[in-house]
């Protein structure tokens, strides 16, 4: 069955930089497109991130500048580096597959547990 495994979450203050790592088994990876979401408490989970299994970058407006994402298909593994963090990025962010590079849930069919980041101030 499809895996997502998410890593690197943590506490780091404001202005400082966390990587999140996604590894996936159970599936054809590079044939995948990846996502990142995120669900701040008391929030409806919304899209941070995204990658095309050919490299296309998709991110919202509120990472852009900030945040990059990538993938190594040779380790199953996508990743976001998030940088400048604010205490506004305070969330669990979660790792997700599916076939097309979307911004909405439903564009994704296989999600990870999440990983808990929290920026202080």
């Known amino acids: 069955q499809v895996q997502l495994v998410e890593s690197g979450g943590g506490l780091v203050q404001a202005g400082g930089s966390l990587s999140l790592s996604c590894a996936a088994s159970?599936?054809?990876?590079?044939?995948?497109?990846m996502g990142w979401f995120r669900q701040a408490p008391g929030k409806q989970r919304e899209f941070v991130a995204a990658?095309?299994?050919?490299?296309?970058?998709n991110y919202a407006d509120s990472v852009k500048r900030r945040f990059s994402i990538f993938r190594d298909n040779a380790r199953n593994t996508v990743y976001l580096r998030m940088n400048s963090l604010k205490p506004d990025d305070t969330a669990v962010y979660y790792c997700?597959?599916?076939?097309?590079?979307?911004?909405?849930?439903?564009?994704?069919?296989?999600w990870g547990q999440g990983t808990q980041v929290i920026v202080s101030s």
């Open positions: 997700a597959a599916g076939s097309v590079r979307g911004s909405t849930e439903a564009e994704y069919s296989h």
């Open positions: 159970g599936l054809t990876f590079r044939s995948s497109a």
């Open positions: 990658i095309s299994s050919n490299g296309l970058l």
